[in-house]
């Protein structure tokens, strides 16, 4: 036989063990699949319903609404200050004789007295601003709680953009991983068959088990995502999200930066400079007399010369207050300082929210400019590792380029990953800007 022919045959030989040793070499392989989900998988909701069950079930909430009923009870303390006030006495006293004047007994051994005491208090001043003072409280405390519900349904949006960043990362890591384990085999099934070379195979290899860390440590972004969404819903366990995201549509830039003067966070500072200012007015009450009328019907047992069994009494109490020590001033300096420090955060606040409108929108512009070309390098980087691939199988590279290829095309899917959910988040920022979230 002619060394050309002993070649064709040996070629021949090597292809058909290849062919025959290829099923063998897959079953022989393990099995990377993804792990399995336990058997109670996650509640699956929408960006809405999770919302409005985090601001239903979220501790945050509960304690914002439980402020607003505490400043109501102070409204109600306060008020007490300018209502009528009753308050009944009865008092026993035992001497240890009876005091006489001749036949007169002015004070007997066993007396029995008693009266109610009613207050009216017609000019109280203080507890008239005391009043009003708190109802402001309960309006700051009504926009703070407001504030809270934004700040939870911002907190929850983002944990539930999350969980969908992370599926998306898993699936690029899954198709990652399969194209690792193509690539593996074939390169494990070449040197089986005499074909192929070690380090090719041992290169696969090595990379497909880089690629399985990577997927392993994307299903535990996962859970702890899923987690950190059941905490914020004050779920039992994990939730998960939807495929599919809507964040509705977008404000206008004008449109944006005028309603961004009425997010809630902005209406608080509001409040409080209009708290500031009435607290301020109100140092007046420090000036202004006290006037009480004070009624009292008693009964005495046994009666005395100066006081009957029974009878009662009025009183007008008129209390001007004159010289405090500068106690008024320092109050009046006070408020007027507490004044200016709210009309400074407002001020700031102000500010904070347009530059916070006006980058939301210029970081979503240029987030939805970087996925298209991420998308774009996307796409090239798949079709640079099919062509590897296939020269790599036609015998015209190495597996050195079709695993720089993987490489790159795993990082491309990763990069549209990550600018998909930085296109998300920068919506979402945008929305809580302007003051359109929830």
């Known amino acids: 036989m002619s060394s050309a022919a002993r070649f064709h045959f040996r070629r021949w030989r090597a292809l058909v063990a290849l062919a025959l040793l290829a099923p063998a070499a897959a079953r022989a392989e393990p099995d990377h699949a993804a792990p399995v989900p336990p058997e109670a998988a ?37 008020r007490a200050g300018w209502f009528p006030a009753l308050n009944g ?13 001749g036949n007169v007994v002015e004070l007997a051994q066993d007396e029995l007295g008693g009266n109610l005491t009613l207050t009216l208090p017609l000019v109280q001043a203080q507890a008239w601003t005391s009043t009003w003072q708190a109802q402001d409280n309960r309006r700051i405390a009504e926009a703070s709680a407001v504030d809270v519900r934004r700040q939870v349904a911002q907190a929850t949006a983002r944990a539930y953009l999350t969980v969908v960043a992370q599926h998306r990362l898993i699936i690029a890591a899954e198709t990652a991983r399969a194209n690792a384990k193509d ?28 690629v399985d860390v990577q997927v392993e440590s994307t299903y535990v972004a996962l859970a702890r995502a899923r987690e950190a969404l059941g905490v914020l819903l004050a779920a039992a366990g994990p939730v998960d999200s939807v495929d599919q995201v809507d964040m509705g549509a977008m404000p206008t830039l004008p449109g944006a930066l005028a309603s961004a003067q009425d997010r809630p966070d902005v209406r608080v500072l509001q409040q409080r400079v209009l708290a500031a200012r009435r607290l301020k007015k109100d140092v007046w009450a420090y000036y202004a007399p006290f006037v009480s009328a004070v009624g009292q019907p008693f009964f005495q047992d046994p009666p005395t010369v100066l006081m009957p069994r029974t009878g009662w ?3 007008l109490t008129l209390s001007l207050p004159i010289y405090d020590g500068g106690l008024r001033s320092g109050v009046a300096e006070e408020r007027g300082a507490l004044l200016d420090q709210a009309r400074a955060n407002l001020e700031g606040s102000l500010r904070q929210a347009q530059s916070d409108v006006r980058v939301a929108f210029e970081a979503m512009l240029r987030a939805d400019q970087a996925l298209a070309a991420s998308r774009d390098a996307a796409r090239l980087a798949r079709r640079a590792y099919e062509l590897a691939t296939m020269a790599y199988r ?16 795993r990082d491309a899917d990763t990069a549209v990953a990550q600018a998909e959910d930085q296109s998300r988040q920068s919506r979402l920022d945008l929305l809580v800007a302007a003051g359109k979230f929830p």
Do not use: C
Request: hydrophobic share 40%.
């Open 394 to 409: 036609a015998g015209a590279s190495t597996n050195i380029e079709v695993l720089d290829a993987a490489r790159q095309a």
């Open 42 to 78: 996650p509640e699956k909701l929408t960006l809405s319903q999770a919302v409005q069950r985090a601001l239903a079930r979220n501790p945050g909430v509960t304690v914002a609404t439980a402020d607003i009923a505490r400043a109501e009870a102070l409204i109600h303390q306060a």
């Open 183 to 210: 690539h593996y085999e074939y390169a494990h099934t070449r040197f089986v068959g005499g074909v192929g070379r070690s380090i090719d195979e041992v290169r696969a290899q090595q990379d497909l088990a880089a």
């Open 89 to 101: 006495n009865l008092t026993y006293e035992h001497l240890d004789h009876a005091r006489t004047l």
């Open 313 to 315: 009494q009025v009183e």
